[in-house]
Every structure is written in structure tokens, then in C-alpha cells.
């Protein structure tokens, strides 16, 4: 059985940064997809960024340059570095973990990044 687990979300002041974490257990994680998703209160689950073994790393337009997606295998552990943080970018972000080529498997419970103005 999967298990995603996120942390590091909290408040912070627009322009400031902070590194989100997805511990994840129970598959040997070199070998999936991983990516990073937020949704804001009243809107749908966005796409922010993924590591995929076949076509390597992907951001979406709203947070490139600004966001760094990486992982440490040996960890098994997904990151999302977060700069220049803006109020749009106030969400519950999610983990997930993909098993085939496209599309993800299973999700982590969230974690709340609140940015102030």
C-alpha cells in the first residue's frame, strides 16, 4: 500500500519561500512518477509540477522560475522548493504518484501553503 505524506505548508508573507515534502512508502519510488498539485479553496486541483522517468521534469506556466521540483531516491522523497511566493499561490497542496505513463494512482492528504499580501 502507497503512502504519500506531505508537509511543510504554513503561512508566510508574499515574496518569502518555503520547501514542501512528500515522504512516500510502500513501492520502490525510483520508478514512478511524482508530482505536485494545489488546490484553492472554491477551484478545482491544479497541476503544478512532475518528475517523470520519460520525460523528465514539467512546471506549469504560473509557477515557472519560481518553483524547483526535485526528489532524493535514496529518501524517498519528493520536493517543492517554493520562491517569490505570491498570494495566487495560496492552496492545499498535494503529492501524488504515478504507476504508469500517464495520469497519477495515489494522492497524499494535503498540506495548506498560505501566502499574505
Known amino acids: 500500500q502507497v503512502q504519500l505524506v506531505e508537509s511543510g505548508g504554513g503561512l508566510v508573507q508574499a515574496g518569502g519561500s518555503l520547501r514542501l515534502s512528500c515522504a512516500a512508502s510502500?513501492?520502490?519510488?525510483?520508478?514512478?512518477?511524482m508530482g505536485w498539485f494545489r488546490q484553492a479553496p472554491g477551484k478545482g486541483r491544479d497541476f503544478v509540477a512532475a518528475i517523470r522517468w520519460t520525460s523528465g521534469i514539467d512546471y506549469s506556466d504560473s509557477v515557472k522560475g519560481r518553483f524547483t521540483i526535485s526528489r532524493d531516491n535514496a529518501k524517498n522523497t519528493l520536493y517543492l522548493q517554493m520562491n517569490s511566493l505570491k498570494p495566487e499561490d495560496t492552496a492545499v497542496y498535494y503529492c501524488a504518484l504515478g504507476l504508469g505513463p500517464q495520469g497519477y494512482d495515489y494522492w497524499g492528504q494535503g498540506t495548506q501553503v498560505t501566502v499574505s499580501s
Open positions: 510502500g513501492r520502490t519510488f525510483s520508478r514512478y512518477a
